[in-house]
């Protein structure tokens, strides 16, 4: 069946906006090789991308940690724009998904021939607007098989993702909502896709990112939400499972998703 032009998708590639699913890279691309890549995932909410603040500082740090060049890619002002011209192309009436990925350009092996990147915006639907509450809670296990080490690059996202994509596949072959992940040292410190939090004795509690967590976006908006309210967040090296099984509350977070509270681990 014909395609209706309502129907068609779009992604925007070093500004240029291209039909999705049409082939863009080849098999010398960087990214696909290497991994020699970052991301962010964004949020659009009516007309605005939530945190881009944040977002954009912690990928033009991850940029600069990686020795990509920061000046080849466009301005923080001229990233916005892009996001948001896709959502209005693509037609997206409800919230939005958005991946950023800035990946290094040119060939060579391990000992890049450039600095320079290229950078690629998809949108999603998210088909609901706002954050919301949800119901049920979420059934956890943690992941032990493959620790994620700190390292200068462990705190942003990057195209190596190997320890999330494992524990992925845990959640699908347990049955489980989400799992958590452990450091070098076995300390719990993140779920695959969010920040950690738990409370104990109306105290709040989240890994440091020196632990080697994401330093998520989202994980920053709660401890500022929570400072706002008089509420102390101690950041500390780990949790350990005592700690979560003992906790009065356990949530996760990011910015697709928001807050999410755990009924079982």
């Not at 960087?30 to 881009?52: H, I, P, S």
């Not at 954009?56 to 923080?76: E, G, Q």
């Not at 693509?90 to 040119?106: C, E, H, Q, S």
């Not at 994509?165 to 909502?177: E, K, M, P, T, Y």
Request: aromatic share 10%; glycine share 8%.
């Amino acid at each position: 069946m014909e395609e209706k032009w309502y129907e068609r998708k779009f992604l925007v590639h070093d500004g240029i906006l291209i039909p999705a699913g049409r082939p863009l890279l080849d098999t010398s691309n960087r990214a696909f090789r290497y991994g020699d890549a970052v991301f962010e995932t964004v949020r659009v909410n009516k007309g605005r991308v939530l945190f881009w603040d944040r977002h954009y500082t912690r990928l033009i740090t991850a940029m600069s940690i990686l020795r990509m060049s920061v000046p080849s890619l466009p301005s923080k002002e001229q990233l916005h724009e892009s996001i948001i011209d896709l959502v209005v192309k693509n037609r997206i009436f409800y919230d939005a998904r958005i991946r950023l990925t800035v990946f290094r350009k040119g060939g060579g092996l391990y000992r890049p021939q450039k600095l320079q990147v290229s950078w690629i915006i998809e949108a999603e639907d998210l088909g609901h607007t706002g954050y919301t509450f949800p119901e049920r809670g979420l059934k956890v296990g943690i992941y032990t098989d493959f620790p994620k080490n700190l390292s200068p690059i462990s705190p942003f996202k990057s195209c190596s993702s190997i320890p999330y994509v494992l524990a992925g596949i845990f959640c699908d072959d347990n049955g489980l909502d989400d799992c958590l992940i452990i450091n070098d040292k076995g300390k719990i410190i993140e779920s695959y896709n969010s920040s950690l939090f738990w409370v104990k004795d109306n105290a709040v509690f989240t890994p440091l990112v020196s632990s080697g967590c994401i330093d998520g976006v989202y994980r920053k908006a709660v401890m500022d939400a929570a400072a706002k309210l008089g509420i102390n967040t101690t950041e500390n090296a780990g949790a350990t499972k005592d700690d979560l099984t003992n906790a009065d509350e356990i949530f996760l977070c990011n910015v697709i998703s928001g807050i999410r509270w755990v009924s079982a681990l």
